[in-house]
Every structure is written in structure tokens, then in C-alpha cells.
């Protein structure tokens, strides 16, 4: 039977190394730049495909609260090789198929792959950190900026692959997922207390708990809609690009390469989010950083080529510093028991709102063009970070002090 609480009483260094190299594992995604191309190749149009992503999304909506709970109350290592696992089956079932159905099947266990895994992973390196909690926005920076350049590697490279043989891409997936369960199964978990997560003594019971936590935290709330609805549009703009430039006459190597630039530009920001965390108030971060990830994107749609490129490099250079910063936050308000589950609130905002926008987004291009939709995508994003400045300066006004 699973248990609560790891063999070992505190995870040594060991166990948070063997972390990292799980969580590297997880970005060996080399489909990242080609699956929707693959699709294609399959006989599906861009409005199917957009069922097929929202398919994707559907599993966190259904599933990402309860596995925060089952992260929570199991085992964050035990949510972690499941969905690596998790992985490796979705793969196999999109190498095999051909028609919206299939297509549909593997993205929502894609989509399952993730409600495992986030939440959990950051909550397992939070409370692994011990007294070094207080950096972790510089921790988890790094971490992210060396993800995003294993992602950008795995993306080129499955990119280019693919020219030889779809095959060979898909192959490769599936041996790296196999590969995260059994580094997620080795790992030691930090202990937590008895009495709080694991007491409730279901999932429901331990839902609700974490509902009044959320209740007595207006502002983290506020936060996590933000946060849903701003990684869906930076989403959206992200997996597009693959048919966007396609139309541009690039071939799969060298949307492999944009695709890989555009991650090496996440890596960049995120390795800057620990000096960014102290230059001034963390509102005053988010919404500076969200105006120019938005007015980038709108510089997207541009028709010059390599205009367009800088202008979507700059945005994901923007949003790469954010994630840090942002998740750097959430942890730092959230209690410890909880805060997988609570973490899972984020995530499930984010795919709620994916399930509607990326099939609208992949008809708004169909019937208007790539460059609308970049410019819709841009002035999104420019009226949240309004949204969050009137925040501020209301919270600001009528609670002296707060940040």
C-alpha cells in the first residue's frame, strides 16, 4: 500500500538532485514542435485539431483538483510517475492515429499526464528546500531556464528527426516518459506534518479544506484567474506558431529551430527572474511584464517575417520571467498540506479556459488570418495587465502596505 510519508524522514540532497533530473526528464518531449503538423499529415484540419487540444484540456478540468488531493494525500512522487507514465501511453496512442477520435483519446491522456504532475512537482520542490525556501524563486528559475533549453534541444531535434521518419520522434517520447516513472519512483519525500494532509481521509473532505484556505486569500484567488487565463493565450500564440510559419513556406526542421528559439528565450527569462524578484513590488513585476509580453504579440502579427519572430521572441522572453516570479509567490502564501491541491486551482482555471480557446483560436485563423489572431492575443493579455493595475492601485488605496 501506498504510503503518506517517505522511508527516508528527510530527503537528502540526493533525492532533490534525482528531482531535477525527473523534472528535465519531463521536457524530453520531442513532438513539442511537429504534433500538430503530424496531425495533419494524418488527414485532420486545424478546427479538428482544435477539438482534439480542447480533448486535452478536458482532462484537468475532470481531473486536476483530484490529483492534487491524490498528490497531497498519496504521495507527490507516486502523482509524478503516474503522469510520466501517463505520457508514454498518450504517445503511443497518438503514433497510431488517424482519425478526431483517436486524435481526441491521446491528447486528453496527454492532458491527464499533466494534472499529475503539476502541482505536485513544485509543491515536492518547495517543501524539499527546507530553509532555502526563501530562494526559490531563484531555484526554481534555473530549473525552469535548464528545462527550457532540454525542451528546446528535444524540440529541434524531434524536428528534424521527423524529416527522416515520424517514427523516430515518437520512439524516443515514449523511452524518456519510462525513464521519468522510474526516477519519480526512487524519490524521498520531505515529511509533513501528520494530522494535515493525508487526515481528512478523502478527497472531498480534503478538497474542502482547501476551499476555506483559498476563501481566507482574496488576493492569491484573484491571482490564480490571472495566472489560468495568461499561460492559455501564451499557450494559444505558442502551438500555433507551428502552422503559422508552416504557411510561411518553413519546413519542419526549421519550425524545429523557431520552436527551439522560442523556449532558449523562456530559459532566458526565467534564469533572470532571481535578480527580477528584487526589483520592486511583485505587483508592479507582473503587470510591467505582462504589458510587454502583450505588446510583443501583438507585434506578431505583423507581416514581415523576422519582425513577426522578434517581436513573438520578446513576448516569450517576458512570460519566461514571469512563470518564476509568479509560481515564486503562490508558494510562498500557500500552506504547506494544501498546497498541491491549491496549485491545481491554477491549472485547472488555465485548461478550463483552453477548452474553448484554442478551438476559437484555430477558427478565428482559419476565416481571418494568423495575423488577427496573434493581435487578439496581444491585446488580451495588454487588458489583464490593466486589469491587475487598477487592482493594485485600489488594494493599494484602500490597504495601505499591501503588495
Same mark, same amino acid.
Given at each position: 500500500?501506498?504510503?503518506?510519508?517517505?522511508?527516508?524522514?528527510?530527503?537528502?540532497?540526493?533525492?532533490?538532485?534525482?528531482?531535477?533530473?525527473?523534472?528535465?526528464?519531463?521536457?524530453?518531449?520531442?513532438?513539442?514542435?511537429?504534433?500538430?503538423?503530424?496531425?495533419?499529415?494524418? =488527414?485532420?484540419?486545424?478546427?479538428?485539431?482544435?477539438?482534439?487540444?480542447?480533448?486535452?484540456?478536458?482532462?484537468?478540468?475532470? $481531473?486536476?483538483?483530484?490529483?492534487?488531493?491524490?498528490?497531497?494525500?498519496?504521495?507527490?512522487?507516486?502523482?509524478?510517475?503516474?503522469?510520466?507514465?501517463?505520457?508514454?501511453?498518450?504517445?503511443?496512442?497518438?503514433?497510431?492515429?488517424?482519425?478526431?477520435?483517436?486524435?481526441?483519446?491521446?491528447?486528453?491522456?496527454?492532458?491527464?499526464?499533466?494534472?499529475?504532475?503539476?502541482?505536485?512537482?513544485?509543491?515536492?520542490?518547495?517543501?524539499?528546500?527546507?530553509?532555502?525556501?526563501?530562494?526559490?524563486?531563484?531555484?526554481?528559475?534555473?530549473?525552469? +531556464?535548464?528545462?527550457?533549453?532540454? !525542451?528546446?534541444?528535444?524540440?529541434?531535434?524531434?524536428?528534424?528527426?521527423?524529416?527522416?521518419?515520424?517514427?523516430?520522434?515518437?520512439?524516443?517520447?515514449?523511452?524518456?516518459?519510462?525513464?521519468?516513472?522510474?526516477?519519480?519512483?526512487?524519490?524521498?519525500?520531505?515529511?509533513?506534518?501528520?494530522?494535515? !494532509? +493525508?487526515?481528512?481521509?478523502?478527497?472531498?473532505?480534503?478538497?474542502?479544506?482547501?476551499?476555506?484556505?483559498?476563501?481566507?486569500?482574496?488576493?492569491?484567488?484573484?491571482?490564480?484567474?490571472?495566472?489560468?487565463?495568461?499561460?492559455?493565450?501564451?499557450?494559444?500564440?505558442?502551438?500555433?506558431?507551428?502552422?503559422?510559419?508552416?504557411?510561411?513556406?518553413?519546413?519542419?526542421?526549421?519550425?524545429?529551430?523557431?520552436?527551439?528559439?522560442? $523556449?532558449?528565450?523562456?530559459?532566458?527569462?526565467?534564469?533572470?527572474?532571481?535578480?527580477?524578484?528584487?526589483?520592486?513590488?511583485?505587483?508592479?513585476?507582473?503587470?510591467?511584464?505582462?504589458?510587454?509580453?502583450?505588446?510583443?504579440?501583438? =507585434?506578431?502579427?505583423? +507581416?514581415?517575417?523576422?519582425?513577426?519572430?522578434?517581436?513573438?521572441?520578446?513576448?516569450?522572453?517576458?512570460?519566461?520571467?514571469?512563470?518564476?516570479?509568479?509560481?515564486?509567490?503562490?508558494?510562498?502564501?500557500?500552506?504547506?498540506?494544501?498546497?498541491?491541491?491549491?496549485?491545481?486551482?491554477?491549472?485547472?482555471?488555465?485548461?478550463?479556459?483552453?477548452?474553448?480557446?484554442?478551438?476559437? !483560436?484555430?477558427?478565428?485563423?482559419?476565416?481571418? +488570418?494568423?495575423?488577427?489572431?496573434?493581435?487578439?492575443?496581444?491585446?488580451?493579455?495588454?487588458?489583464?495587465?490593466?486589469?491587475?493595475?487598477?487592482?493594485?492601485?485600489?488594494?493599494?488605496?484602500?490597504?495601505?502596505?499591501?503588495?
Amino acid at each position: 500500500m501506498l504510503e503518506l510519508q517517505s522511508v527516508s524522514p528527510v530527503p537528502g540532497a540526493g533525492s532533490v538532485r534525482r528531482f531535477y533530473a525527473f523534472q528535465l526528464s519531463t521536457e524530453g518531449f520531442f513532438l513539442s514542435a511537429i504534433w500538430i503538423l503530424y496531425l495533419q499529415s494524418r =488527414g485532420l484540419s486545424l478546427t479538428e485539431i482544435g477539438l482534439a487540444e480542447a480533448a486535452f484540456h478536458l482532462a484537468p478540468v475532470l $481531473l486536476e483538483l483530484p490529483s492534487g488531493s491524490f498528490a497531497d494525500m498519496v504521495g507527490r512522487r507516486w502523482s509524478l510517475a503516474l503522469g510520466s507514465a501517463l505520457v508514454a501511453t498518450s504517445t503511443a496512442v497518438l503514433w497510431i492515429a488517424d482519425s478526431l477520435p483517436l486524435a481526441m483519446l491521446a491528447l486528453f491522456l496527454h492532458g491527464a499526464s499533466f494534472s499529475f504532475r503539476s502541482g505536485a512537482n513544485q509543491a515536492f520542490l518547495y517543501d524539499a528546500l527546507g530553509d532555502r525556501q526563501s530562494s526559490y524563486a531563484g531555484i526554481f528559475g534555473r530549473l525552469l +531556464g535548464a528545462s527550457y533549453l532540454v !525542451a528546446a534541444a528535444a524540440a529541434w531535434l524531434g524536428a528534424t528527426l521527423s524529416d527522416i521518419s515520424y517514427n523516430l520522434p515518437f520512439a524516443l517520447t515514449i523511452g524518456v516518459a519510462l525513464g521519468g516513472v522510474w526516477l519519480a519512483a526512487g524519490l524521498s519525500e520531505p515529511p509533513r506534518k501528520r494530522g494535515d !494532509a +493525508g487526515s481528512s481521509g478523502s478527497v472531498l473532505s480534503h478538497l474542502g479544506e482547501a476551499h476555506q484556505a483559498l476563501r481566507a486569500l482574496p488576493t492569491v484567488t484573484a491571482m490564480l484567474v490571472f495566472s489560468g487565463g495568461f499561460w492559455a493565450v501564451v499557450t494559444v500564440s505558442g502551438l500555433y506558431l507551428q502552422a503559422a510559419f508552416s504557411e510561411r513556406g518553413l519546413s519542419n526542421s526549421l519550425i524545429g529551430a523557431v520552436v527551439g528559439a522560442m $523556449l532558449v528565450m523562456d530559459a532566458l527569462g526565467a534564469l533572470l527572474a532571481g535578480p527580477a524578484s528584487r526589483l520592486g513590488r511583485f505587483s508592479t513585476q507582473i503587470v510591467v511584464l505582462a504589458a510587454i509580453s502583450g505588446f510583443a504579440l501583438a =507585434g506578431t502579427a505583423s +507581416g514581415t517575417l523576422w519582425f513577426a519572430l522578434t517581436a513573438f521572441m520578446l513576448s516569450r522572453f517576458a512570460s519566461g520571467v514571469i512563470e518564476p516570479l509568479l509560481f515564486a509567490w503562490f508558494n510562498h502564501q500557500l500552506p504547506s498540506d494544501q498546497r498541491a491541491t491549491l496549485l491545481s486551482i491554477e491549472s485547472w482555471l488555465f485548461s478550463l479556459t483552453m477548452i474553448f480557446a484554442f478551438p476559437l !483560436a484555430g477558427r478565428l485563423a482559419e476565416t481571418q +488570418g494568423w495575423g488577427t489572431l496573434y493581435l487578439f492575443c496581444g491585446v488580451v493579455t495588454m487588458v489583464m495587465a490593466l486589469v491587475i493595475l487598477v487592482g493594485v492601485v485600489l488594494r493599494r488605496r484602500f490597504a495601505p502596505g499591501a503588495r
